[in-house]
C-alpha cells in the first residue's frame, strides 16, 4: 500500500488553520516525508498566458495538470498531481484555488510517468469538505496502479519529430550527470508526452533516476531535474539551465548509436526491451551519459555491432562498470570488437581485469598472448641496440606472457628475439630455447643489443647458449665490430670470458683495440688477464703486439710495463722494444733519456738481450745525462763505438758555467773524453767563448790544461780561442812550460790596422826564437792600444 497526502486550501487541516496546507495525510507517511513534500512539491502556478475570472470561467478547465516525480530525502519514491481548480472555496472571487495529491512509496513499480493515467488521484473537492471546522480524517492507504502507456508514446513519437527526442534525451541524461543542470521543456500541452518519451527510453529502476514535473509555473524554484514550462511564462534562470523546444532546436554532437536507439525505440522491432534486459542482466545502475556507453556494450555483445576505431572505448567504458556481473561471452565479444583500436589504458584494463574475471582458462590465455604481441608494437621499429636494450625491462612481462603462453612466434623480429634471450637468461624457460634456437640468423639489430652488455653477450655465445653457431658467430663478430665504442669495463669482462674459452676471440678482441684512444691501456689489461690465468703463450704473443703499437709511441710507459712482466712474456717484446729503444738514440738530444733510465732500471742485465752497440746507446746515453749533471759517472765510459762522437760531446757539455769552481767543473767532464778528445776540447771550447768566459784566464788555462791530457791536438785547443793580449800573458804563465810552445806557435802580434780585429793573433813564417826576440822588446810589454782586438788563435 502507498501513502498519500493531500495539500490544498481549507479551514482546517493537518497543522493548518484558514489557508493553505496538508489538508490530510495517510497514517504511514513519516513527518519527514509530509515536511518536504509540502515544503518542496505543494506549489501550482497557474500559467499567465490562461486568464480566469470566476469559478465557472472554461479556462479553468484548459490549465494544465501537473505531475511530478521525486525521490524523497528518506528514500521513499513521491508521484505528485496538481490540478487548478480555480476560485477559493470561501471567496468566489479570489481565484487561484488548487488540490496538490501525492503519493509515496518505497519503491513504484511503474514507470513515475504511467502515474498520468492513474485514475486515483484527487481532482475535485467539495465546499464542506474544505469547510470543515474539525480536522478531516486520515487518508488510508492506497494501492497505486497505472495503465501502460507505451501505445500512447509509440503514437506520439509516430507523429513529432524524433529529432527533437534525441535531443531531449541527451541534455535530460547530461542534466543527471551535473548536480546544477536542469532541462526545461517548452512543448506546453505536449510536454507530459515529450518526457513520457525520454523517461521511458529507460528501465523501470533507472528512470527513477531523472525527477521531473510535466508543469511548472515557477520555473525558478524548480526542485526537479527535468520540468515542462508554457512558453508565454514564467522563463527558467540561465545560469547552468537548459531550455529546449520543438520551434529553433539547435542540436548537439551527440552519440550516433544511441540516436538510432533512440530513433527506433518506440518503432516496430524495437531493441528497447532487449536493451533494458542486457541492463538488468549485467547489473547496470548509471543513468547519464554513459548509459550510451551501455548501448553500445549491448551492440556489441546482443547485436554483432562493430563499432569504428573512434568509438570503440565507448565498449570498453561501459565493460568496466560491469565487468564483475559480465559474462565470458559478454568480454570476449567486446574484447574482440576492440582489440585492434584500444589505448594503453584499455588495454591494461583487459590485461588485468576482464582476463581475470573470464572462467575459460583458453579465452584468458588467448586475451593474455593477444594483449602481450599488441603492447610490443612499439619495439617492432626498434632498430638500434641501444633503444632496445633500454625497452626490455618495460616489455619482459609481455615477453614472458607470450611464451609462457605458447606465442613466441610473435617475438621474430630484432628486438622480440632479444627480449627472448633475455627471458631465457632470466628464468630458462624451455619455451624461450626453443625460439632461440630457430634464430640461425637473428639480424644485425639483435646482434648489437646482445653485445652491448657483457653478461648478455657471454650468455648469449657460451657453451650451454641455445643460439646456432651461426648466431655465435655473428655475435661474436659485431663485439669485434662495435669494440671502439664499449665502455673498457665491459670489454675487459667479455675478454676475460675469450681468455679461458675462446682465445681466437681474444686475439681479435686485442687486436681491434687498436680503434680506441684507449686502446694502449685497454691492451695492457688484456695482456695482465692473460699472464692471470696462467695463459703464457697468448700473454707472450699480446705483448710482442703491444710492442709493435708502443714503438713510436711513448717507449717509457711501455719500457715499464713490459719491464714489470718480463718474465711473463718472454724474450721477444722485450728485446724488441729495447732495440726500438736503441734505435731512437742518436745523441741529438736527452729526448729518450726517460726510457733509456726505465731500461736500466727494468733490465740490468741488458747485455744478453741485445747487441753490444744497442746496450751502449741506451748505457751512454744515461751516461750523458750523469756527466752533464753531475761531471762523472759510474764505472768506465767506452766511446770507441760512437759513430758520431761529436753529438755525444755535445749532450753531455752544456752551459751554463758555473758561478764557482770553473776549472773543477770544466776539467770534471774533459776528463771523460778520451777516445774522442779533438771532439771534446772543440765543444768545451765553443762553450766557454760563448759563456762569456773568454777573458776568465783561469778557466782558459784549465780547459787547455784538460783538454792536452786527455790527447786533444794543438789545432782543437788553440785554433779559436780569442783572447786579449792581457788574458794571453795570464793563460801562459798558468800552463805548464811543455805547452807554452804549442801557445806560443798560434799566438803572433800583428800590426793593428785601421778597422782590424784588435789583437788578432795568426799564424807568420816567424820562426819560435824569433817571437822570443820580440817578446823580450819594450815594445810587447806595452799596453795595447784601446780600440783593437787581438789574442786571436787562428791557423
Not at 145 to 167: I, N, Q, Y
Not at 596 to 603: I, R
Request: aromatic fraction near 8%; charged fraction near 25%; proline fraction near 5%.
Amino acid at each position: 500500500m502507498s501513502e498519500q497526502l493531500i495539500y490544498t486550501l481549507c479551514r482546517s487541516g493537518v497543522g493548518v488553520t484558514a489557508g493553505y496546507g496538508v489538508y490530510s495525510t495517510s497514517a504511514g507517511m513519516s513527518a519527514a516525508d509530509r515536511a518536504e513534500i509540502e515544503a518542496k512539491y505543494s506549489l501550482y502556478t497557474a500559467p499567465e498566458s490562461i486568464p480566469v475570472s470566476g469559478a465557472d470561467d472554461p479556462n479553468i478547465a484548459k490549465m494544465p495538470v501537473s505531475l511530478g516525480f521525486a525521490r524523497l530525502g528518506s528514500g521513499s519514491e513521491c508521484i505528485t498531481r496538481q490540478v487548478y481548480t480555480g476560485a477559493d472555496y470561501d471567496n468566489p472571487a479570489r481565484m487561484g484555488n488548487f488540490i496538490s495529491h501525492s503519493v509515496t512509496d518505497p519503491c513504484f513499480s511503474f514507470h513515475p510517468i504511467e502515474a498520468l493515467g492513474f485514475q486515483g488521484f484527487c481532482g475535485d473537492m467539495h465546499y464542506e469538505e474544505m469547510d470543515c471546522s474539525v480536522a478531516p480524517p486520515v487518508l488510508p492507504g492506497m494501492e497505486v496502479s497505472c495503465p501502460d502507456m507505451l501505445g500512447r508514446v509509440k503514437a506520439f513519437v509516430a507523429g513529432h519529430d524524433k529529432a527533437f527526442l534525441r535531443e531531449l534525451a541527451y541534455r535530460m541524461l547530461d542534466a543527471v550527470d551535473d548536480r546544477l543542470k536542469r532541462v526545461f521543456v517548452a512543448e506546453g500541452y505536449d510536454n507530459a508526452d515529450w518526457m513520457a518519451a525520454a523517461t521511458m527510453l529507460l528501465p523501470t529502476d533507472l528512470s527513477k533516476s531523472v525527477p521531473f514535473i510535466t508543469y511548472t509555473g515557477t520555473p525558478e524554484r524548480c526542485f526537479h531535474k527535468l520540468a515542462g514550462i508554457f512558453d508565454d511564462g514564467p522563463q527558467p534562470p540561465e545560469v547552468s539551465l537548459f531550455k529546449i523546444s520543438v520551434k529553433g532546436l539547435k542540436e548537439s554532437e551527440r552519440d550516433p548509436l544511441f540516436d538510432s536507439y533512440v530513433d527506433g525505440a518506440y518503432a516496430e522491432g524495437s531493441d528497447r526491451e532487449a536493451f533494458f534486459a542486457f541492463l538488468s542482466r549485467t547489473g547496470w545502475t548509471e543513468v547519464g551519459k554513459r548509459l550510451a556507453n551501455a548501448y553500445h556494450l549491448f551492440s556489441v555483445c546482443e547485436k554483432g555491432y562493430v563499432p569504428p576505431a573512434e568509438l570503440c572505448y565507448k565498449c570498453t567504458d561501459a565493460l568496466k562498470a560491469v565487468i564483475g556481473s559480465a559474462t565470458d561471452t559478454d568480454i570476449r565479444l567486446a574484447y574482440d570488437a576492440v582489440k585492434d583500436a584500444m589505448d594503453d589504458e584499455d588495454a591494461a584494463f583487459y590485461k588485468e581485469a576482464a582476463v581475470s574475471a573470464v572462467k575459460d582458462q583458453a579465452l584468458a590465455d588467448r586475451m593474455l598472448a593477444e594483449l602481450a604481441v599488441r603492447s610490443l608494437g612499439p619495439s617492432r621499429g626498434l632498430e638500434d641496440g641501444r633503444s632496445i636494450v633500454e625497452s626490455y625491462s618495460k616489455n619482459a612481462g609481455a615477453v614472458s606472457d607470450c611464451l609462457r603462453l605458447g606465442a613466441s612466434g610473435m617475438l621474430d623480429y630484432p628486438a622480440g628475439r632479444y627480449y627472448c634471450l633475455r627471458d631465457w637468461m632470466a628464468t630458462g624457460r624451455k619455451e624461450a630455447a626453443d625460439a632461440l634456437s630457430g634464430y640461425s640468423d637473428p639480424g644485425e639489430a639483435f646482434a648489437e643489443a646482445a653485445c652491448e652488455d657483457a653478461d648478455v653477450f657471454v650468455s648469449a655465445v657460451g657453451d650451454g647458449s641455445p643460439l646456432p653457431d651461426s648466431a655465435k658467430r655473428l655475435l661474436k663478430d659485431k663485439m669485434v665490430a662495435m669494440e671502439a665504442r664499449l665502455p673498457k669495463e665491459m670489454l675487459g669482462k667479455v675478454f676475460g670470458y675469450a681468455l679461458e674459452n675462446d682465445q681466437a676471440l681474444a686475439s681479435e678482441l686485442f687486436e681491434g683495440a687498436s680503434s680506441r684512444t684507449d686502446g694502449m691501456a685497454l691492451r695492457e689489461e688484456f695482456i695482465d688477464a692473460a699472464i692471470g690465468i696462467g695463459s703464457m703463450d697468448l700473454a707472450e704473443t699480446m705483448a710482442e703486439e703491444y710492442v709493435e703499437r708502443a714503438i713510436g709511441g711513448d717507449l717509457t710507459h711501455a719500457v715499464s710495463f713490459i719491464g714489470s712482466r718480463a718474465s711473463s712474456v718472454g724474450n721477444e717484446a722485450p728485446r724488441r722494444l729495447l732495440s726500438a729503444l736503441a734505435g731512437s738514440i742518436d745523441f741529438s738530444s736527452f729526448g729518450p733519456l726517460p726510457a733509456a733510465d726505465e731500461a736500466l732500471k727494468m733490465f740490468p742485465e741488458m747485455e744478453g738481450m741485445l747487441p753490444a752497440d744497442d746496450v751502449s746507446r741506451i748505457r751512454m746515453l744515461a751516461a750523458a745525462d750523469e756527466i752533464r749533471r753531475r761531471g762523472t759517472v759510474d764505472g768506465l765510459l767506452d766511446l770507441s763505438g760512437l759513430q758520431d762522437p761529436g753529438a755525444f760531446v755535445a749532450l753531455c757539455v752544456k752551459g751554463p758555467l758555473p758561478q764557482k769552481n770553473v776549472e773543477g767543473w770544466i776539467s770534471d767532464r774533459m776528463r771523460w773524453f778520451k777516445d774522442c778528445p779533438d771532439e771534446a776540447a772543440k765543444r768545451m771550447q765553443a762553450m766557454i767563448m760563448r759563456s762569456g768566459a773568454g777573458e776568465d784566464a783561469d778557466a782558459i788555462s784549465a780547459f787547455i790544461k784538460s783538454a792536452k791530457s786527455i790527447g786533444a791536438s794543438d789545432e782543437a785547443v788553440f785554433s779559436s780561442l780569442r783572447l786579449d793580449r792581457k788574458t794571453a800573458r795570464k793563460v801562459r804563465k798558468q800552463i805548464p812550460e811543455d805547452l807554452q810552445a804549442a801557445f806560443d806557435k798560434y799566438y803572433v802580434e800583428e800590426e793593428e790596422q785601421p778597422g782590424a780585429l784588435k789583437g788578432l793573433l795568426s799564424r807568420t813564417s816567424k820562426d819560435p826564437e824569433a817571437k822570443k826576440d820580440d817578446a823580450k822588446r819594450p815594445e810587447a810589454k806595452e799596453e795595447p792600444k784601446k780600440g783593437g782586438l787581438f789574442g786571436l788563435f787562428k791557423r
